[in-house]
C-alpha cells in the first residue's frame, strides 16, 4: 500500500494569496496557516468528508490580523499557536482566545536573525530554526544582516524560558520536526539541500548527528509510520531510513506542509499564492 490514496491527485482549495507559510493543525484538524506579507493567521475549515481527492467544501476565515508577519508555526499541548513573529523577531504564544504573550524576543541582549521554523517537544520545549532572509518589513526597525553570530537552530526551555543555541554549523536551518516521542529531531539546511537527524536530550540539546536525506526542505510534517514529508518545488515522502518512497511535483514552491481534517489524512500545503489538498492512507502524527 502506498502512501498516497489510489488515484487521488492534489486539489486547489484557494488562491489569490500573496505568500502562503507556517501550516500546523488543531486537535480537530483545522488548519492554520499564513500569509506572511500580508501578516495574516487564516484558518481552513474542512467540511464534510474527503475521499479519493475530492472535497466537500471547506471554510476559509481569518484568525489573526496584524499577525506580526508570522511565518513557521506549531500547536502546543495546550491548545495554544506558537508562531515566529518575524516582524520583531519574536516567537509568540497565541491562545485560542488570540491573547499574544512573547515567549522569545532575542539572544543574549540581541534580535534573533527571523525565526522561521518552530517545534513543540513533548515536554514544552521549543526547537526554532533562525536563518537570515531579509524581509521588506524591517525597513526602518533594524538591519538585515546576521544578529547572533550565525544563522542557528535553538531550543527554547519550557520551565526556564532560556534561549540557547544547539546546532551551529549548517549553512542555513530551515524546515524542522520531531518525533512524538521527543526522541528524534529533523532539521533541514536548505542551502546545504540536506536534511539532518538528531537525538534529542533531555536538557533540549542534540548529539547523534546523521545525514537523513540530500534534499533541502522549507518545511516539514510526519505521517504516523515515522515517514518524513519534506517541501521544496514539491513535497518528497521519506521512510524513516531515508529512502524517498513518493515524490508529489507542484505547480509553485511549496513553503510548508500539515496534515488536517476530520480524520488526519488530508495533506495539506502552502504552494506559494495557492492552497492544495491531498488525500493519504496514513493519519498525520499532528502539528508540524
Same mark, same amino acid.
Given at each position: 500500500m502506498g502512501v498516497i490514496e489510489a488515484g487521488a491527485k492534489p486539489v486547489k482549495l484557494a488562491e489569490g494569496f500573496a505568500f502562503t507559510e507556517g501550516c500546523t493543525s488543531d486537535a480537530s484538524g483545522n488548519v492554520f496557516f499564513v500569509d506572511q506579507p500580508q501578516s495574516q493567521i487564516l484558518k481552513w475549515t474542512f467540511d464534510g468528508e474527503e475521499v479519493r481527492g475530492k472535497f466537500?467544501?471547506?471554510?476559509?476565515?481569518?484568525?489573526? #490580523?496584524?499577525? *506580526?508577519? !508570522? @511565518?513557521?508555526?506549531?500547536?502546543d499541548g495546550a491548545g495554544n499557536l506558537i508562531a515566529c513573529a518575524d516582524l520583531h523577531n519574536e516567537v509568540w504564544s497565541i491562545a485560542p482566545d488570540k491573547r499574544v504573550k512573547v515567549l522569545?524576543? =532575542? &539572544?543574549e541582549g540581541k534580535l534573533l536573525n527571523g525565526p522561521n521554523d518552530v517545534w513543540v517537544r513533548p515536554d514544552g520545549g521549543?526547537?526554532?530554526?533562525?536563518p537570515l532572509y531579509p524581509r521588506d518589513w524591517w525597513k526602518g526597525l533594524r538591519e538585515p544582516t546576521v544578529q547572533v553570530g550565525g544563522e542557528f537552530?535553538? &531550543?527554547?526551555? /519550557? %520551565?526556564?524560558?532560556e534561549? %540557547?543555541? $544547539? $546546532?551551529?554549523?549548517?549553512?542555513?536551518? @530551515?524546515?524542522?520536526? =520531531?518525533?512524538?516521542?521527543?526522541?528524534?529531531?529533523?532539521?533541514?539546511?536548505? %542551502?546545504g539541500k540536506r536534511t539532518w537527524r538528531y537525538r534529542m536530550e533531555a536538557d533540549g540539546s542534540l548529539s547523534d548527528k546523521r545525514l537523513f536525506c540530500e534534499e533541502e526542505s522549507d518545511g516539514m510534517t510526519m505521517d504516523e /509510520? =515515522? @515517514?518524513? &514529508?519534506?517541501t521544496n518545488? =514539491?513535497? !518528497?515522502?521519506? !521512510?524513516?531510513?531515508g529512502q524517498r518512497l513518493e515524490r508529489v511535483d507542484m505547480p509553485a514552491w511549496v513553503g510548508n506542509t500539515c496534515f488536517g481534517g476530520a480524520d488526519m489524512r488530508t495533506l495539506f500545503m502552502a504552494a !506559494?499564492? #495557492?492552497?492544495? /489538498?491531498? %488525500?493519504?492512507?496514513?493519519? *498525520?502524527?499532528?502539528?508540524?
Open positions: 466537500s467544501g471547506g471554510k476559509l476565515s481569518t484568525f489573526l #490580523e496584524p499577525s *506580526g508577519h !508570522s @511565518n513557521g508555526m506549531s500547536f522569545v524576543r =532575542g &539572544y521549543l526547537y526554532l530554526s533562525d537552530v535553538f &531550543y527554547v526551555d /519550557a %520551565r526556564t524560558g534561549v %540557547r543555541p $544547539v $546546532v551551529t554549523d549548517l549553512v542555513k536551518p @530551515n524546515g524542522i520536526i =520531531g518525533t512524538p516521542d521527543g526522541k528524534t529531531l529533523y532539521v533541514s539546511d536548505i %542551502r /509510520a =515515522g @515517514n518524513v &514529508y519534506v518545488k =514539491g513535497v !518528497s515522502i521519506y !521512510s524513516p531510513q !506559494s499564492k #495557492e492552497i492544495y /489538498a491531498l %488525500r493519504m492512507t496514513l493519519r *498525520g502524527v499532528g502539528p508540524a
